[in-house]
C-alpha cells in the first residue's frame, strides 16, 4: 500500500498530498517533485508517436533505497503519483493499476461535484475516503 498519494495539476502544481506519517511530509513531497520531470519526459517521449494510444499508467517513474515512486497521468494532464515502501514486495504491477484507476474513478466523482472549482486544492470527504483505502501507517524499523 501507498505511503504517499500525491494529486498534481496540469500546470505542476499539487491539488493533494496525503502522507501516512506526517513526520515525513516535506521528504514526500520533495520525492513526489523530483517524479514530475520524470513524468513530463515519459508524456513528451509518448506524444512523439501519432499511432501510440496514449497510455494513462506511466509505470514505474523511479526506484529509491526506501521507496518505488509510479505515476499516472489523465488525459487532461493531471499527474497522480503513488509512493510506496520498497520493502512492500508483494505489491504487484496490477494492483498498482488498479490503486491508480480508483484514485482517477473518485478524482473524475469529485470533478463532477457542481461545488467544486477545478484547478483548487482537494478538500472532498469521498476522495479522501478513497485515498485512505490506499493508504498504510508507515513501518517504523
Not at 509510479?70 to 494492483?95: A, P
Amino acid at each position: 500500500m501507498a505511503v504517499c498519494v500525491a494529486v498534481i495539476a496540469k500546470e505542476n502544481y499539487p491539488l493533494y498530498i496525503k502522507t501516512s506519517n506526517a513526520d515525513n511530509e516535506l521528504k514526500y513531497s520533495f520525492t513526489v517533485h523530483t517524479s514530475l520531470d520524470v513524468v513530463e519526459e515519459k508524456i513528451s517521449s509518448v506524444g512523439k508517436n501519432a499511432n501510440d494510444l496514449r497510455e494513462l499508467y506511466l509505470g514505474l517513474l523511479y526506484p529509491t533505497e526506501d521507496y518505488k515512486v509510479y505515476g499516472y497521468v489523465t488525459n487532461t494532464k493531471v499527474k497522480f503519483v503513488l509512493v510506496v515502501e520498497s520493502s512492500n514486495t508483494s505489491l504487484r504491477d496490477n494492483e498498482i493499476r488498479s490503486m491508480f484507476r480508483k484514485l482517477h474513478n473518485a478524482f473524475v466523482d469529485m470533478q463532477c461535484n457542481p461545488f467544486h472549482s477545478p484547478g483548487e486544492k482537494i478538500s472532498s470527504r469521498s476522495f479522501e475516503k478513497t485515498v485512505a483505502t490506499m493508504m498504510v501507517p508507515e513501518s517504523h524499523s
